[in-house]
């Protein structure tokens, strides 16, 4: 049992590393903008607001602080994403667009 963060610790690294490369990858595809960043469409943002709200529902002291706090994180990022780029697709936005909507 001492050994689980060894045992699963470089397989979710290297899970963890592939999805960022895709994510980027695909941001970069989207808005055709080598220099893009999460910053850019305020996923980032998002992200820091849903944990900033787990913090002050949950608290931060509680012993499921950690998960409520990423659960918090994507969720909110996941909703900044689903609007912006439903926005894009229904309104046929341009990439400058996108980029400003963010």
């Known amino acids: 049992?001492?050994?689980?963060?060894?045992?699963?610790?470089?397989?979710?690294?290297?899970?963890?590393?592939a999805?960022?490369?895709?994510?980027?990858?695909?941001?970069?595809?989207?808005?055709?903008n080598p220099l893009v960043s999460p910053f850019t469409l305020g996923i980032a943002p998002a992200a820091a607001f849903g944990a900033s709200l787990a913090i002050v529902v949950f608290g931060a002291t509680a012993g499921s602080a950690a998960v409520s706090l990423v659960i918090g994180a994507l969720l909110?990022?996941?909703?900044?994403?689903?609007?912006?780029?439903?926005?894009?697709?229904?309104?046929?936005?341009?990439a400058t667009t996108l980029i400003l909507v963010g």
């Open 1 to 17: 049992m001492t050994d689980d963060i060894g045992l699963w610790g470089v397989p979710l690294a290297i899970l963890g590393g």
């Open 19 to 32: 999805a960022l490369a895709v994510a980027g990858t695909l941001f970069q595809g989207l808005l055709r």
């Open 76 to 94: 909110f990022s996941f909703i900044n994403t689903a609007l912006v780029l439903s926005l894009a697709s229904s309104r046929n936005l341009h």
